[in-house]
Every structure is written in structure tokens, then in C-alpha cells.
């Protein structure tokens, strides 16, 4: 049994004590996760949404291009087919989530919803903060260095895209820019997912959102202890059901590729990185410094399965 705090909360504006929603005047409860790409945000946004008293709404970010049936996004959504999503590009996105909560009260009789968004981006929450009635919270969803390496390095293979990536990796972290030129991949990539997960926590401290960090380990290997701590954050209490995610019609997108996956309610971890990343390239990264006292500022080391706690760490556990 894992023995450390496995949500870890920087908690700056009393993140337990929202509205029951019996006060018609209180603003609007919405949680937005962040992170990067292939992080495992539709699996959390699946067990959050899943409460008796969340609505998930997926990657709202992308209501237009889905709504205009664009399918280059590899999701199926809720946006053409539920009321609760109808008409919403006439109206401004500072609005969206105001309007979406209204529907579920009248709609779904859930008396103060918690509006679960999937969206990962930081300029879709600075448009959402336009908001008046908005009462934000943020997830920093952070999955292990070493697992996104691997997937980018499959996913950017050709080579124009890799001397794209290390071009504009170079240019996004100007203190590395002469090791992002001249090292192999991995180092690209290593940099790529340390300059994106810096600027969601260099966004939170600036913005002082009450927020959590969950890493992806926790939310695959103890799902119901992560749901325990994390649900109080907002002002709830873990529930069952939310195990059973498959059973909720309140999801908003779902990854197509695991549609069938969800529908069983079933997790299942991703570790191809452990035999198919290079060794070599593996060390490097969990020797990386600036990975390194990146994710000692949150807590947390690369594991042996996953980023986990520094008190794990010094308890023993694996």
C-alpha cells in the first residue's frame, strides 16, 4: 500500500468551502484540468465527472471544430446530440460554462453542479476567467517524463516534424536552447514536457487558482485513495460509482480509440516506456536536472512506475 498523499494541494483560497449552491447567487463551480497532451486527462475527467453531483463536459476547447464535424479530433462528443450543449457559439466563451450549469439544474435537477472541463489549456482557462460568475478550480495532471518522451518520438518520426519540434523547443526554452540543438531526441522531448508542465505551474502560482497535482500513477494504480483526497477539494466526497465511469452518460467527449474501454469502465495503464523507451535515454531523463528539481518543487521523483511522492520515496516504496 502506497503510503504518501497521493493529490498533492496547494490550496490558496479555501478550495473546501463552495457554495452548496442553495444560494441562487453563488457563482459557478467549474474545474478545468491541465496538461499536457497524452497525459490521461479524458480518464480523469471520466472519473471526476462520474459523481453524483459533477457534469463532465471534455475538451470544451474544441465545441466549435466538433460542432462543424470536423473529425480530425480523435473524440466523440455530446455537443450535437445533448441540450446542454446547444447554441453555445453565439454566444461569448466567458459565458459557456454559466449557461451549460443553468441547463443542468433545469435539465439533470442537480441542484449545484461542478462542471468537470477537460480542455488542458492555459489560454481556454484565460478565457474562461472572463467570466464574472465564475468560481475556478484547477487539476495539474502531470504523467511521467519518460512516457511522453516515448510517445512523441513515435509521434513526431518524420524528420521535418522532429527538427520542427526541436526548433520551437529551442525557442520556447532559451536557457537550454544550444543542448535542445545539439542533443539526441529524447533531450528535445525531455524539454518539450518540462517547458509545457512549467508553464501550467508557473500559471497557477501567478494566478493563485486553488488547485491540486495529480500524477498519472496514482490515477491508474490507486484510483479510489487519489478520488478520496482529491473530491474534498471540491467541496464533495469520494463516491463508488465514480469506479463504475462507464455507467455515467455525463461525460462530454470521449477518446475514440477507448470508447469500448470506457464503456466497461476499465483503467488501463500505459507503461510502454518501461521496455520500449531506451535505457540510456530513460537515465538521462530521470538524471536530467532540470527535470529533476522541477518535479522536487511539486514533491515528486521519477519512480519506478511513474512519477511519485518524495515521501514515498523515503518510505521505501516503489
Not at 129 to 147: F, K, N, T, Y
Not at 239 to 259: V, W
Request: glycine share 6%; hydrophobic share 40%; proline share 3%.
Amino acid at each position: 500500500m502506497l503510503l504518501a498523499s497521493f493529490v498533492r494541494v496547494r490550496d490558496n483560497a479555501g478550495m473546501e468551502n463552495w457554495s452548496d449552491g442553495s444560494d441562487t447567487n453563488a457563482m459557478n463551480r467549474v474545474v478545468i484540468l491541465l496538461g499536457t497532451n497524452y497525459s490521461g486527462s479524458h480518464l480523469l475527467s471520466h472519473l471526476l465527472s462520474s459523481h453524483s453531483a459533477c457534469v463532465g463536459v471534455g475538451e470544451l476547447h474544441r465545441y466549435t471544430q466538433l460542432v462543424a464535424g470536423d473529425t480530425s479530433a480523435p473524440v466523440v462528443s455530446q455537443y450535437t446530440t445533448s441540450p446542454l450543449f446547444a447554441d453555445l457559439e453565439g454566444l461569448p466563451i466567458s459565458r459557456w460554462h454559466e449557461v451549460i450549469e443553468q441547463r443542468i439544474r433545469d435539465q439533470l435537477a442537480i441542484p449545484a453542479p461542478v462542471i468537470i472541463d477537460n480542455s488542458k489549456k492555459i489560454r481556454w482557462v484565460e478565457q474562461v476567467a472572463q467570466g464574472s460568475r465564475l468560481d475556478l478550480r484547477i487539476v495539474h495532471l502531470l504523467r511521467d517524463p519518460r512516457a511522453l518522451v516515448l510517445r512523441w518520438l513515435n509521434t513526431y518520426g518524420a524528420a521535418k516534424q522532429r527538427r520542427t519540434q526541436r526548433i520551437r523547443v529551442a525557442k520556447r526554452v532559451p536557457s537550454r536552447a544550444v543542448r535542445i540543438l545539439l542533443g539526441n531526441w529524447s533531450t528535445v522531448f525531455t524539454y518539450k514536457w518540462l517547458r509545457e508542465n512549467r508553464q501550467i505551474s508557473q500559471f497557477i502560482a501567478r494566478t493563485r487558482y486553488p488547485h491540486a497535482v495529480v500524477t498519472y500513477r496514482d490515477m491508474v494504480f490507486d484510483t479510489q485513495s487519489m478520488l478520496t483526497r482529491l473530491m474534498p477539494r471540491f467541496g464533495l466526497s469520494f463516491e463508488p460509482a465514480q469506479l463504475r465511469f462507464g455507467e455515467s452518460n455525463l461525460h462530454g467527449t470521449i477518446k475514440t480509440a477507448h470508447a469500448q474501454v470506457v464503456s466497461q469502465s476499465e483503467i488501463r495503464p500505459d507503461l510502454k516506456w518501461q521496455t520500449q523507451l531506451d535505457q540510456s535515454a530513460s537515465a538521462a531523463i530521470v538524471g536530467n536536472k532540470d527535470v529533476v528539481n522541477y518535479l522536487k518543487s511539486l514533491g515528486l521523483h521519477c519512480g519506478s512506475n511513474g512519477l511519485q511522492s518524495i515521501v514515498d520515496k523515503a518510505h521505501g516504496v516503489s
